[in-house]
């Protein structure tokens, strides 16, 4: 199966994506036990069929392992070259807390190791607390880390439209912002979109679908 070409796009000019991203978030145990060997496979399959771009987690359970799984044996069953075109998205989620460099630092090697990647194609940076300004800093010290090449992009998830100018105000080279987004949840439009147009950055939406809700089988 050949998707039409149509079904990519480039999020930066360096980076082409399928328009549709696998998510990960059903490895994190969340829905039950997942057997690795098939979640391989099915990861496999899609990939074959042209949906080549993932969204992980640090903590979707195994899925960064899964990641640096595929990719060994795509390497295996001399497929290599076609890991090119296939993207990672990985997020880093902390909690509210002091932040250092090494904390930061630390945090993106796990994830590195985890995946196989020397250098992750896009690390997305999720905070939960605005009143803990602690994340001034590690958006600070996730841009040096794209600067020095670990990170091919650095991107935000689920920050609101105050926070996310904040950052790009400051210089951070922030490429997308994840949010829900669908036909029902429309909010991003309003405040947003705008910024993300001012500013050339990409929404990645999730939530879509309203967990199957609009689609033909609920």
């Known amino acids: 199966m050949n998707l039409p070409l149509e079904s990519k796009i480039f999020l930066t000019p360096n980076l082409k994506i399928c328009r549709i991203l696998n998510g990960m978030w059903q490895v994190s145990g969340a829905h039950g036990y997942i057997n690795k060997n098939k979640a391989i496979k099915s990861m496999n399959l899609h990939v074959d069929n042209g949906f080549t771009t993932w969204d992980l987690a640090d903590h979707y359970g195994p899925a960064e392992d899964f990641v640096k799984i595929f990719r060994e044996q795509r390497i295996n069953e001399q497929k290599e070259a076609s890991l090119e075109d296939i993207k ?7 909690r509210p807390q002091k932040i250092t460099r090494e904390l930061v630092n630390k945090a993106i090697d796990i994830s590195r190791k985890r995946m196989g990647m020397e250098v992750l194609d896009m690390l997305q940076f999720h905070w939960w607390d605005y009143q803990d300004k602690n994340y001034l800093k590690a958006i600070s010290f996730l841009d040096d880390l794209q600067k020095d090449g670990v990170l091919s992009t650095l991107g935000l998830t689920n920050f609101d439209t105050e926070h996310t100018e904040e950052f790009l105000e400051m210089g951070i080279n922030i490429v997308s912002n994840q949010v829900q987004y669908s036909l029902v949840d429309r909010r991003p439009e309003l405040l947003m979109a ?16 309203c967990g199957g809700l609009l689609s033909e089988r609920y």
């Not at 990672?88 to 902390?94: A, D, H, N, R, S």
């Open 88 to 94: 990672f998205f990985t997020k880093w989620v902390p």
């Open 194 to 209: 705008p910024i993300c147009k001012k500013y050339n950055i990409k929404l990645l939406a999730y939530g879509t679908l």
